[in-house]
Nanobody
């Protein structure tokens, strides 16, 4: 099972980026997925998660109204559309396969998720 992120980069504050996560080696529509981020010197935090069907989603308060998560089960992909980006959004963004949707916020152990390598997002002021 593998997941791979793409779409990171550099953008000025107020701009937009779209991240894509592509998964392989699993039945994609059986699993919930999530986006997480980690800035230098800080803990990894949940940004947004989506249920297997796409019917249920979670957003961190800091990104509500600016980020939109979606998935295409036919293509084994998940996206994160990020708008109105702020310098504080700068971080490495990780895609993860969750054991359950309810495990979205559980970062007590990284072992209960399957992680990608991450993609860097840099927002300049």
């Amino acid at each position: 099972v593998q997941v791979e992120e793409s779409g990171g980069g550099w953008v000025q504050a107020g701009g937009s980026l779209r991240l894509t996560c592509t998964a392989s080696g699993l039945t994609f529509d059986d699993v919930a997925m999530g986006w997480y981020r980690q800035a230098p010197g800080k803990q990894r935090t949940a940004v947004s998660c989506i249920s297997w069907s796409g019917d249920t989603s979670y957003y961190a308060d800091s990104v509500k109204g600016r980020f939109t998560i979606s998935r295409d089960n036919a293509k084994n992909t998940m996206n994160l559309q990020m708008s109105s980006l702020k310098p504080e959004d700068t971080a490495t963004y990780y895609c993860a396969i969750l054991d359950t949707f309810s495990g979205c916020l559980d970062l007590s152990s990284y072992d209960n998720k399957i992680w990608g390598q991450g993609t860097q997002v840099t927002v300049s002021s």
